[in-house]
């Protein structure tokens, strides 16, 4: 289907009501909410989107042209009873949001399903005003908790050993004194002090009982 809004759409919107619309939406925070099938302006209730996935950001001016797009990519969904065809000027921004909206009784209800859906409004159809959506309750105004910090350790305690007794002071490998070698080379187990010290010269020593007796004489005789 052409797109171009040359003849009246096929969902009864006309060419003069898809230019109508269009300069709805050329005025800062204004714009509409029609039904797509019968062309009827709801007078009461409260317009909210309840579909973001189809919303579409248009930089003003918007044209009929544009409307008749958007009217013919998203028939499936527009054609779903209760959904109206929605639009809105964004005085901030200065862009144009076209949007698949329901009406709903109560201005509670509408607020209630555009915080669901992340909306900034809702349209008030009795008044023409739209209504901020606030921040969710749980989130408004107040900060994320700070992370706690972990505790700092405390610092061990260094272990003193305890004094020794005066006159008793126990002797360590650092404290023991360096034992001197003897003049004339290094100490060996031969002559280390407190050895017994071996002959120098001749056999072995003989025992006393092996000393020999005189000549012909018994060993108890002399």
């Known amino acids: 289907m052409n797109h171009r809004a040359t003849t009246d759409h096929e969902d009864g919107l006309t060419v003069a009501l898809l230019a109508e619309l269009a300069a709805a939406c050329a005025v800062p925070d204004g714009g509409f909410t029609i039904d ?10 409260f317009a909210v989107s309840v579909h973001p996935q189809y919303e579409h950001v248009i930089d003003a001016p918007v044209t009929a042209d ?3 797009a958007y009217l013919t990519r998203h028939a499936s969904i527009l054609h779903v009873a209760g959904r109206a065809f929605g ?3 964004n005085p901030d921004t200065g862009r144009v949001y076209l949007d698949v909206s329901i009406v709903v009784p109560t ?5 209630d399903h555009g915080r669901a859906a992340r909306q900034l409004s809702v349209y008030d159809l009795a008044t023409g005003a739209c209504i901020d959506v606030p921040a969710p309750a749980s989130t408004a105004g107040k900060e994320p908790p700070a992370e706690p910090t972990p505790p700092i350790p405390a610092p061990r305690a260094e272990r003193t050993p305890p004094p020794c007794p005066p006159g008793n002071h126990a002797r360590t490998a650092t404290s023991r004194p360096p034992s001197k070698p003897p003049a004339g080379g ?3 187990p031969k002559n280390r002090p ?5 002959r120098l010269t001749g056999g072995p020593r003989k025992s006393p ?14």
């Open 36 to 45: 797509p099938t019968t062309g009827v302006t709801p007078c009461t209730g």
């Open 209 to 222: 009982t092996s000393r020999r007796s005189p000549k012909n004489g018994s060993p108890h005789s002399r």
């Open 107 to 111: 201005l509670a209800e509408a607020l």
């Open 186 to 188: 290094k100490p060996t």
């Open 66 to 68: 544009d409307l008749a």
């Open 87 to 89: 639009g809105w000027h």
């Open 194 to 198: 407190g050895s017994t010290p071996k």
